[in-house]
C-alpha cells in the first residue's frame, strides 16, 4: 500500500452532499436504520474524487479504467458507521472491484499508513509487513 495525501473538501460538498444526508438522517425515528436507497448523496461527490485523486484506487493505487467503474467508498462502513455516511473525510476512491471485495471488512486506511510500513519481496510478489526502514526494499 502506497499513501496517499488526503485532499481538502470540494467548497460545494456541504450544499450537495453533507446538508441533504444528514438532513434525511435527522428524519429517521428513533431506532429506525436508514435506508441508502434514494438517499446515496455522497454520489454526487464522485467527480470531485477522481479529479482530486487523479483516478488512482486509494487501497491498489492503480489507475481505475474506465473512470466509470470508480466508487467512493465509505473507509468507515455505512452500514456501522451511518453517521458517516455523508462525510468527506469518510471517502475514498476505489475500484468498484475493490470496494466489492472491501465489503464491511476493516483494512488500513490508505491516508494513515507510514512510509516503510510494508515492502514487496520481488521474486514472488509477497508483501510483508517491515520492522524497521530496509534499504534492499528501496
Known amino acids: 500500500m502506497i499513501r496517499i495525501a488526503r485532499k481538502a473538501e470540494p467548497s460545494d460538498f456541504d450544499a450537495k452532499v453533507r446538508r441533504p444526508g444528514l438532513s434525511y438522517l435527522k428524519g429517521l425515528a428513533a431506532g429506525e436504520k436508514p435506508n441508502w436507497s434514494g438517499h446515496s448523496y455522497w454520489r454526487k461527490a464522485k467527480e470531485d474524487m477522481i479529479n482530486a485523486y487523479k483516478g488512482i484506487c486509494a487501497y491498489a493505487c492503480c489507475e481505475i479504467t474506465p473512470s466509470g467503474s470508480a466508487?467512493?467508498?465509505?473507509?468507515?462502513?455505512?452500514?456501522?458507521?451511518?453517521?458517516?455516511a455523508y462525510e468527506w473525510e469518510n471517502f475514498r476512491l476505489c475500484s468498484s472491484n475493490i470496494t466489492k471485495k472491501k465489503r464491511d471488512h476493516d483494512v488500513l486506511d490508505p491516508f494513515t499508513v507510514r512510509d516503510w510500513t510494508f515492502g514487496i519481496v520481488l521474486a514472488t510478489g509477497r508483501m510483508v509487513k517491515l520492522k524497521k526502514y530496509d534499504p534492499a526494499y528501496e
Open 71 to 84: 466508487e467512493i467508498d465509505h473507509f468507515q462502513p455505512k452500514s456501522r458507521y451511518w453517521q458517516e
